[in-house]
């Protein structure tokens, strides 16, 4: 799929986006039809995602994205902002330093399971390698305009504005690590296991054990220690 930002007019974008609901038996993303549509550049997050039809596609099981889908994002995030303002390695892997499993979660979707016993402060997942930053919100169209319509919808749910250096970013995490749940008094009753410790990275970069996680226990972060979501009308969005 193209982007073509010399067809902007009058406050919109036209983009040649691929649609597809489909992947096929390597869960690679594949592409089934092209269509045109016009995407206003002055909606915001939440008119994209109703625009795009993504509470239909939630309806139905969303695919477990395997490593040639998390490449095939992070070469499409590389085309949008280029080499200069990459955050990430165009590496295979992915950012979990323990063994994690990713399934299918009763009422939540997708969510990453314990594999291993994880003790008590031990480094769990890192966002040095795999995390895409977006300075402006007109490369984080782009990059979205490069993706099928079904994974757009995937990119927004997992996309979160953070502060770096005193900046705000959009950013979204290219690899298993977009499919952590969160826990915490925000959202519902399960208590966090996995979280920041500045006395072992004060860059909060890292997530490690809150405490002791079971083989089986899913790994739950808190969302609001590092989602600004008041700040998307910053990016236009």
Same mark, same amino acid.
């Given at each position: ?109 997708? %969510?990453?399971? +314990?594999?291993?016993? !994880?003790?008590? @402060? *031990? ?5 040095? #390698? &795999? ?74 970069? %890292?997530?490690? +054990?809150?405490?002791? !996680?079971?083989? @089986? *226990? ?5 969302? #609001? &220690? ?12």
């Amino acid at each position: 799929p193209t982007f073509s930002p010399n067809m902007r007019c009058k406050g919109s974008f036209l983009f040649v986006a691929a649609v597809t609901s489909k992947f096929c038996q390597t869960n690679a993303l594949s592409v089934s039809k092209k269509h045109e549509f016009i995407w206003d550049d002055d909606w915001d997050i939440d008119e994209i995602w109703d625009e795009l039809n993504c509470e239909d596609i939630f309806m139905e099981s969303r695919p477990l994205h395997n490593e040639s889908a998390w490449m095939f994002l992070r070469g499409a995030y590389l085309g949008a902002v280029g080499p200069k303002l990459s955050t990430i390695k165009i590496s295979h892997g992915n950012s979990f330093t323990k063994n994690v499993m990713i399934d299918y979660v009763k009422d939540k979707g997708r %969510g990453v399971i +314990a594999q291993e016993h !994880i003790l008590e @402060g *031990e480094h769990v997942w890192s966002a040095r #390698d &795999h995390t895409a930053s977006f300075g402006d919100g007109f490369l984080f169209r782009k990059f979205l305009a490069a993706i099928s319509i079904d994974v757009i919808c995937d990119v927004i749910q997992w996309s979160y504005i953070e502060t770096i250096n005193g900046t705000f970013v959009i950013s979204v995490d290219l690899d298993d690590g977009s499919f952590m749940n969160s826990g915490g008094p925000s959202w519902g009753s399960e208590e966090t296991n996995i979280g920041y410790d500045l006395a072992r990275d004060s860059s909060r970069m %890292g997530l490690f +054990a809150l405490k002791d !996680i079971a083989v @089986g *226990e899913e790994l739950l972060c808190d969302y #609001d &220690h590092f989602d600004k979501d008041e700040a998307w009308d910053h990016f236009g969005l």
